[in-house]
């Protein structure tokens, strides 16, 4: 890839690394565009599948307006304090909605594992309380760039 530094491809995290990380952590960033092209950000709980994050949105959000308007989207997982501890991932691409609007718990298989995951990760239970405020967004990443500088001293 044209422009990527040297060193950055020395951080990154393996998939394996990038895997428990995000499965892990519990709140990542979210940046959405709105109707009029303004930048919006704001904090959500996800889940991770391995292949898709799945975020958990309140359906009368700006979020929720945004992406029904333009579905792109980019999130930021990060975790660190000190500069050698900053690690993180982020993934872009354009979400789908899956499942009802908002969420009551009616049956939808596609939902099966993402709202097991969430709701043992979020809430300590192996089924995943509704309370028709929310509704799922999944994002399949068109791009993820991770990078851990807990690697940077075994570079020294």
Do not use: N
Request: net charge neutral; glycine share 8%; aromatic share 8%.
């Amino acid at each position: 890839m044209a422009g990527t530094q040297r060193r950055g491809r020395k951080i990154m995290m393996t998939p394996d690394e990038r895997d428990a990380f995000l499965a892990e952590q519990r709140t990542c960033r979210v940046a959405t565009v709105a109707a009029d092209g303004a930048p919006h950000a704001g904090t959500l709980w996800f889940a991770w599948d391995g292949s898709a994050l799945w975020l958990y949105s309140i359906t009368r959000s700006k979020r929720w307006s945004d992406l029904r308007h333009d579905p792109r989207i980019a999130v930021v997982v990060d975790a660190g304090e000190e500069y050698g501890e900053l690690r993180g991932v982020e993934l872009s691409g354009s979400v789908e909605f899956v499942g009802e609007a908002p969420r009551t718990g009616e049956p939808c298989p596609e939902l099966a594992v993402p709202e097991k995951l969430f709701a043992r990760k979020l809430f300590g239970m192996d089924v995943m309380p509704h309370d028709g405020r929310h509704a799922w967004v999944r994002l399949a990443p068109d791009s993820i760039v991770s990078w851990d500088f807990r690697k940077l001293t075994a570079l020294r």
